[in-house]
């Protein structure tokens, strides 16, 4: 035995990547979760600029049926007057895509709490920060190929049926085009950590993805319905009212969702990229709350 040693390994950062990237695929659910993101998210592209072509097609035979802009004529149809591809690609792929990629985040990190194994996880790394940090990784990279393919078929589907529509912008690398596929990616992986972040920190599945829903969908919409009612009330908000409508701007998905407008507004507060900026503040609060909670509380 005098010769032999045992081997020494070091617990890197990638070997826990590469554990916990394990960990995840190797769940039914996970699959089960990425097939529903991907086929609901192509298929909401299909039916969005499938519509859109409809739309057109009845503009074009049936001109009375619809109002268009004072001027614009159905034949006088140029690119980008019935919007762009590659927004209402972006939107049907967030449109649930969204909310279910929330729901897989989120359990990344609850299932282990519930289950009890995050004791394991601790155990063998004990340094739990590079644990967060990994998951975090994963989730970010599993997010990026998930929306990178739905956006790649998607996009080549809704131009497969609208190659000949004269009033769709089909434009892939225009600089406007190019902002809302790229921004949508940054947007859908800052909105994943952000919910991975609160999964962290409240470490119940149903407290996190009600806390997560009610933040990025079920406020904004609140917020939206008032200051709508108010713009119908009077001209132009003041006071409470007009800080209420600029704070809505900072919400997180309203933040991040700017940069996916294909003509932000005149009086917008925040322009695509600051939108951006806004939406990585809050995931780099939530993060670092996810980290102190980590490192603070026992398990």
């Known amino acids: 035995m005098g010769g032999?040693?045992?081997?020494?390994?070091?617990?890197?950062?990638?070997?826990?990547?590469?554990?916990?990237?394990?960990?995840l695929l190797s769940l039914r659910s996970t699959w089960w979760i990425i097939v529903v993101a991907f086929v609901t998210n192509v298929g909401m592209c299909a039916a969005i600029t499938g519509m859109n072509q409809w739309t057109e097609n009845q503009i074009r035979t049936n001109p009375d049926a619809f109002q268009l802009p004072p001027g614009l004529q159905p034949n006088d149809l140029q690119p980008g007057d019935?919007?762009?591809l590659s927004y209402n690609v972006t939107q049907a792929c967030g449109f649930?895509?969204?909310?279910?990629?929330?729901?897989?985040s989120i359990l990344v990190i609850t299932n282990e709490y519930s289950s009890?194994?995050?004791r394991s996880t601790f155990t063998t790394a004990p340094r739990r920060g590079k644990v967060v940090m990994a998951k975090i990784l994963v989730i970010s990279i599993l997010c990026l190929i998930v929306f990178g393919i739905s956006l790649t078929t998607g996009w080549s589907l809704g131009h497969l049926i609208q190659q000949n529509s004269l009033g769709t912008d089909l434009s892939l690398t225009s600089a406007t085009s190019l902002r809302i596929l790229g921004g949508f990616m940054v947007e859908m992986i800052l909105v994943a950590v952000f919910c991975f972040g609160l999964g962290a920190i409240i470490r119940s599945t149903p407290g996190s993805i009600g806390a997560a829903v009610g933040i990025?969908?079920?406020?904004p919409i609140a917020i939206g319905v008032l200051t709508g009612q108010i713009s119908t009330t009077q001209s132009e908000a003041t006071g409470w009212r007009?800080?209420?409508q600029d704070v809505s701007a900072f919400l997180p998905t309203n933040a991040g969702g700017t940069v996916v407008q294909v003509h932000p507004a005149a009086d917008a507060i925040l322009s695509?990229?600051?939108?951006?900026?806004v939406l990585g503040a809050w995931t780099v609060a939530s993060v670092v709350?996810?980290?102190?909670?980590?490192?603070?509380?026992?398990v």
């Not at 032999?4 to 960990?23: D, G, P």
């Not at 649930?96 to 897989?104: K, S």
């Open 4 to 23: 032999v040693m045992a081997r020494q390994y070091k617990l890197t950062f990638f070997r826990i990547f590469r554990s916990e990237w394990i960990k």
């Open 116 to 118: 009890g194994m995050i």
């Open 272 to 277: 695509p990229w600051q939108g951006i900026g």
């Open 96 to 104: 649930f895509g969204q909310l279910i990629f929330v729901i897989l």
């Open 216 to 219: 990025i969908l079920v406020l």
């Open 82 to 84: 019935l919007g762009m």
């Open 289 to 298: 709350g996810a980290l102190l909670v980590t490192w603070r509380r026992d």
């Open 242 to 244: 007009k800080w209420l």
